[in-house]
């Protein structure tokens, strides 16, 4: 059949009715329409009212495509047509010169308290549980608590009592969630149960990293520490080798990156759903997605997005542009981000080796597993 050039028109914008179409029966609806169009456009011979149909055509399905991502608000049903806008990593500017952008959190609550954290970041040390707690504080829901509280995991701490431990919680309006971190927790043999008993249906984030790196970057910090006092520490390859040239199981780092052995005790308190595991070493380079994804797994709204990072070339790192107070820098500290002394690349195997078999251990206690076999140490 072929229609006249005003035919066509009408005819196509008849058809032009994506607001309701998108409305009665979504992305199915949309594309029956797109398709008895392209019809329509195939069936005309008149060159005039095809070249007017096509600009209707593209025009149309432009203003579809925005309608639904912009209906659909970023969260994971927009995967697909509309990741461009949201999800997919983006490599962001660099920038250097920007200061934070010191925005007091304008909160409009209900009973503003002290509260017993509804979630814990319990680990790893050294693997970027700063980073995680400092950007998580920049969602309007989330009240972090800045200061480690060891609270589970020392006995004299824990004997003052929860009441205690509410009492070092920052204030939070009912409809914000507090989370506190304290990495060592994760390698404490008490603190599982003992978190158990104050909220059995807490909200646990394990952060994760390489476990030879992790060791690395703990190794790292007691030099640092160490050299703040005048006192040279070993060298890592001393520490972590026992007389035989094998890796010391002894050696505390060693033993902290063994994760499998820590997790276990977890495990018998909690399910796996309820702990959510960060990749420490793609906070580093991808912040925004392992903050959007903690967002999901707590439960509060899509609130941080992806321009408020930016990579702070002297640093290193991802900085944020905005802050939760007006004296907090854009950047981690000094601390955060240490350069590593150089290992050789045969201890550096060797641990590697080490590691093998127990990260498989720990893989197959989490349900996921990690490429811990190529990162630069
Ligand atoms: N954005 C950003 N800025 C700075 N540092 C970052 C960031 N994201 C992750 N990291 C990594 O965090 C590592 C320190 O981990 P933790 O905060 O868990 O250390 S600690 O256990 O609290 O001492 C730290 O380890 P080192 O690099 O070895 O110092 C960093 O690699």
Redesign the pocket.
Known sequence: MSLGSDDLQTSLLQHATPDVTLRRSGSCAVAEWITSVKARLRSSKNLRSKLIALVILVVVTVILIMYTCLSCGGGTQCAGICSFSSLKPMKLKADDEVTCNSTEKAFIGKNPAKRLPQAIIF?????????????LGLHPDIVVNVV?QHFFSNDVNYSKGLEYYREQMSASYEQQITIE?T?KYFIDIMAPERIYRMNHSVKLIL?L?DPV??L???Y??LVAKNKENNITYPPLEEMVLDENGDVNLDYKLVQVSVYYKHIIHWLEFFDLHQIHIVD?DK??TD?YYEIYEAEKFLGVGHKIQRDI?FFNKT??????RQCTSSTSPP???E??????PPVDKKLVEKLRNFFEDKNEKFFQLIHRSFNWTTLIV
């Open positions: 680990g790893v040390r050294k693997a970027g549980t700063r980073a995680l707690l400092e950007f480690e971190k990495p952060i990293r790196v992790r690395v970057s703990a790292a910090q420490g906070l580093i912040p990072f640093k290193g790192f991802y900085c944020v950047c981690l500290g601390t955060k981000g240490r350069q590593h």
